[in-house]
């Protein structure tokens, strides 16, 4: 595979330096619009354009160090090895295509081209559900992802799950569309669901907002119930689930706490704040505006219902790893009504490059000053 030949420690603010030089571009030519200029502007030909922009950004994220400076990127460098000692590492069995996207792996390429595929794969999911949602406007929204917070830890630490979630994202993108794309989806998101299982979460939730619960003051009213649920019996019902052993991240459910991860644990209000911005965005455009829109509420109840799971056991360590199962859908659905939906009229576009910029700027806090 190509070395780079970067310094560990340089990837993530290189990857930040050119998210944001794009997505100051992106905003600079929004801002200008009308809404029924943002929904008109943009051509479907520049998707090509994002799809290539996501594979160089994929080679580089692959060249990485296979160390443990990216977190899970050493457990998964072990994992390579071990396979291609022809041992098994200690991963289910039902998550049988991640297994066999390692050995095929080893058979082909070296370490650093296992990890390039992961992240061609992360990404090349990514930009191809954006294309599918906002064909016009793909590149936006594939920054909005990318800007995203916990978007790169996904790439470079959470690797199984971000690709996993990746793929599900693709499953939504082709279930709000028409029925005939939903067996399509249904299909690719059992192959998902072999890559890491939890993902079956969010895919409940998509299919219970597709067919059961279609208005979204029933998910709204449902995720503020689970915030009461939280506070009041959050602890036992913590301990339940992680009893079931649906997954080995449950048992993150039932740890003990000790003082040092005390500020990392209990209920996350800070987490809570930020999981609530496109709930708070949904209740304005739909509740108070009065605006309907199908694919918009299948999103957004998709990603609320979600949301609810993960703030019943917000008292968990590394709670976020729950989280992320609803996570992986918050740039979409703070996207959507600004380059989908006549929302605000003639500001739209400063609207929509407000957010944009927002989101950009609250991941950069996060990640280079209170990190």
């Known amino acids: 595979m190509i070395n780079i030949m970067v310094d560990a420690s340089l990837y993530i603010p290189i990857y930040f330096i050119v998210v944001t030089l794009f997505t100051l571009g ?19 030909s520049a998707i090509a354009g994002t799809l290539l922009f996501s594979l160089i950004i994929a080679v580089f994220l692959g ?20 396979i291609k000692d022809g041992l098994i590492p200690n991963i289910p069995s039902s998550e049988w295509l991640w297994i066999k996207l390692i050995t095929i792996c080893t058979k082909i390429t070296d370490v650093n081209g296992f990890l390039t595929i992961v992240a061609i794969g992360y990404l090349g ?11 016009r406007h793909s590149l936006a929204l594939l920054l909005f992802n990318m800007g995203a917070y916990s978007f790169i830890g996904y790439g470079v630490n959470g690797l199984r799950n971000g690709l996993a ?16 794309k939903r067996l399509l989806a249904i299909a690719i998101a059992v ?20 067919y059961f ?24 019902i913590s301990s339940f689930f992680g ?43 739909i509740i108070k505006k009065g605006l309907r829109n199908r694919a918009y509420e299948i999103l957004l109840n998709t990603y609320t219902l979600s949301n609810a799971f993960w703030v019943i056991v917000i008292r968990a360590e590394f709670s976020n790893r729950f989280a992320y199962l609803s996570w992986f859908l918050y740039p979409i659905v703070l ?26 700027g609250f991941t950069l806090f996060m990640e280079f000053i209170v990190s």
């Open 125 to 135: 999911f990514t930009a191809t559900a954006c294309a599918k949602i906002a064909p």
């Open 335 to 360: 996207a959507y009504p600004a380059l989908k939906m006549n929302v605000w009229g003639k500001k739209q576009g400063i609207v929509a490059a407000k957010i944009l910029m927002a989101q950009l």
């Open 213 to 236: 619960i279609r208005n979204f003051k029933t998910a709204y009213i449902f995720w503020i119930f689970s915030i009461i649920l939280s506070l009041t019996v959050g602890g036992t």
């Open 165 to 180: 979630c990746s793929i599900m994202l693709l499953v939504i993108a082709l279930a709000i569309q028409d029925r005939p």
């Open 243 to 285: 009893l079931l052993g649906f997954d080995d991240r449950l048992s993150y459910l039932t740890n003990e706490v000790n003082a040092e991860k005390f500020s990392h644990t209990g209920f996350r209000f800070d987490f809570l704040l930020y999981s609530m911005m496109p709930i708070i965005l949904g209740y304005h455009i």
């Open 26 to 44: 992106v905003a600079s030519k929004i801002k200008t619009k009308s809404a029924s200029q943002i929904l008109e502007y943009g051509n479907t």
């Open 63 to 82: 060249s990485r160090p296979p160390t443990y400076y990216f977190g899970d990127t050493g457990n998964y460098a072990h994992h390579f090895y071990l």
């Open 191 to 210: 192959l998902a669901s072999c890559v890491h299982k939890t993902v079956i979460l969010p895919l409940s939730m998509l299919v219970i907002s597709l």
